[in-house]
Antibody, heavy 120, light 107 residues
Framework: QVQLQESGPGLVKPSETLSLTCSVSGGSISSYYWSWIRQSPGKGLEWIGYIYYSGSTNYNPSLKSRVTMSVDMSKNQFSLRVNSVTAADTAVYYC??????????????WGQGFLVTVSS | EIVMTQSPATLCVSPGERATLSCRASQSVSSNLAWYQQKPGQAPRLLICGASIRATGIPARFSGSGSGTEFTLTISSLQSEDFAVYYCQQYNIWPFTFGGGTKVEIK
């Protein structure tokens, strides 16, 4: 069964770039859409965006200007970068599978989540 | 963006009783709605997609209904492991959006 695991720095300074990687095991990254979602006490669950295994992306307009997603087929991983972070970007970040071509939208399965704190 | 509103915020239910959770969309999302369960310290888990289709391995006591703007998640007989927070999510229109959650507590 497919399992996802987030990794990266847990502490990021304000104005710097948050970088996370999601490693997929038990299945191939091919043919699927993959999302990043975050959860903070103040804003609840927020979909950040998704990337298709081919590299095409779709970002939430609220974050679009600061977000970049990429995929590495050779490592079966996909990544998230959020630049110019502030304290408002402090959250638990989840990666999740989002669907296959023509059938996208729900999230299953999810990674366990990774807390990123923005602080100097 | 579509705003998802869940009610009530907290639901107190005794084990074995029925729980009914509501989710309303600010505009029609057709049947493109999912429900998730989240326990403390864990990631959300998919329960329902397509408004009424149970995900693999989800017990039959969980059922979803509705379409358009009004949706319901029903837990027919609450078990101890069902006390958690439940979220709805629409995937009809980008950006995908979640409701604020309903916490199901032991009465």
């Amino acid at each position: 069964q497919v399992q996802l695991q987030e990794s990266g720095p847990g502490l990021v300074k304000p104005s710097e770039t948050l970088s996370l990687t999601c490693s997929v095991s038990g299945g191939s990254i091919s043919s699927y859409y993959w999302s990043w979602i975050r959860q903070s006490p103040g804003k609840g669950l927020e979909w950040i965006g998704y990337i298709y295994y081919s590299g095409s992306t779709n970002y939430n307009p609220s974050l679009k200007s600061r977000v970049t997603m990429s995929v590495d087929m050779s490592k079966n991983q996909f990544s998230l970068r959020v630049n110019s972070v502030t304290a408002a970007d402090t959250a638990v970040y989840y990666c999740a599978r989002t669907g296959v071509a023509g059938i996208i939208g729900w999230f299953d399965p999810w990674g366990q989540g990774f807390l990123v704190t923005v602080s100097s | 963006e579509i705003v998802m509103t869940q009610s009530p915020a907290t639901l107190c239910v005794s084990p074995g009783e029925r729980a009914t959770l509501s989710c309303r969309a600010s505009q029609s999302v057709s049947s493109n709605l999912a429900w998730y369960q989240q326990k403390p310290g864990q990631a959300p888990r998919l329960l329902i997609c397509g408004a009424s289709i149970r995900a693999t391995g989800i017990p039959a006591r969980f059922s979803g209904s509705g379409s358009g703007t009004e949706f319901t998640l029903t837990i027919s007989s609450l078990q101890s492991e069902d006390f958690a927070v439940y979220y709805c999510q629409q995937y009809n229109i980008w950006p995908f959006t979640f409701g604020g959650g309903t916490k199901v507590e032991i009465k």
